[in-house]
């Protein structure tokens, strides 16, 4: 019997962030890779992480989204040590057996974000939160808890990369995206199919004519840099579809570069 996603009979009510863990069922995991299409996202993206963290000097990176293992594998295969977590133990399973297919073997951790140091025991020098990811959040208590856990999660001088969809786009204009960054895959239809202030909910159909969902939080850009500022970020630099310069209109995502590392004004 196929497992199905249940949001009950309104699920535009489902506005909680413990539902991720019953929207990433094995069904819609096994085809989560058609939806991002590895080989486009690596071409769309290039360097531009890898760029980052090289200039930053960093070589310890936790991966707090793993998802299907794209970025925690990319990082391996460019030399940087990875420590891979995320909250759906289907999704890390996926991921584990993606790596093994690349002769790659993860360092997998079923982390909560909102406790992530009881389970991560260690500093990184950056931390990356991408596919998306952060949106899964509901309440503005578990994106600060989240948040502040990452923070402590750094070195002093680390970094916390973190990406989300263009929601301000979507609440104010409706949606459009071009799928040319991060959902690539052919003949799939990643859109909403409801929007609020407090909801995205997603719609995904594969070209078996199989249909899931997710809810999402839709989370405006200065919200979430108003968010990383008051955690302790000293900076951030937000770039729209890997771009430093952009039109807010344009891009499908943000992508968040948040400082830990505290300088001086040049006032001071």
Not at 69 to 75: A, E, N, V
Not at 77 to 85: I, L, R, T, W
Not at 164 to 175: A, E, P, V
Not at 204 to 230: A, C, G, I, T, W
């Amino acid at each position: 019997m196929t497992q199905k996603q249940n949001y009950g009979s309104d699920p535009v009510k489902i506005r909680e962030t413990d539902q991720y863990k019953a929207e990433y069922i094995e069904s819609l995991v096994e085809r989560w890779d058609q939806l991002i299409d590895w080989d486009a996202r690596a071409e769309s993206e290039g360097h531009f992480f890898i760029d980052i963290l090289r200039e930053r000097g960093a070589k310890r990176i936790l991966d707090v989204a793993t998802g299907t293992g794209f970025h925690s594998l990319k990082l391996l295969e460019n030399g940087f040590d990875v420590v891979s977590a995320d909250g759906s133990p289907v999704m890390l399973a996926k991921a584990f057996e993606n790596a093994r297919k690349r002769n790659k073997i993860l360092h997998t951790v079923h982390a909560d974000w909102r406790w992530l140091n009881q389970d991560i025991h260690e500093k990184f020098d950056a931390i990356i939160c991408l596919g998306n990811s952060f949106t899964h959040l509901f309440s503005e208590q578990d994106r600060r808890k989240s948040l502040a856990e990452f923070y402590a999660a750094l070195r002093h001088d680390g970094i916390l990369i973190l990406d989300q969809r263009n929601y301000d786009n979507i609440l104010d204009r409706g949606f459009s995206s071009k799928h040319v960054y991060y959902y690539c895959g052919d003949n799939i239809k990643a859109e909403p199919e409801y929007v609020d202030e407090g909801l995205a909910r997603f719609r995904y159909e594969f070209p078996d004519q199989s249909v899931f969902h997710l809810n999402m939080y839709p989370l405006r850009k200065n919200y979430v840099r108003n968010l990383m500022r008051e955690v302790g970020f000293q900076t951030i630099t937000t770039y729209g579809d890997f771009q430093e310069t952009y039109h807010s209109e344009e891009p499908d995502f943000f992508v968040h570069v948040a400082d830990k590392k505290y300088e001086l004004e040049e006032n001071e």
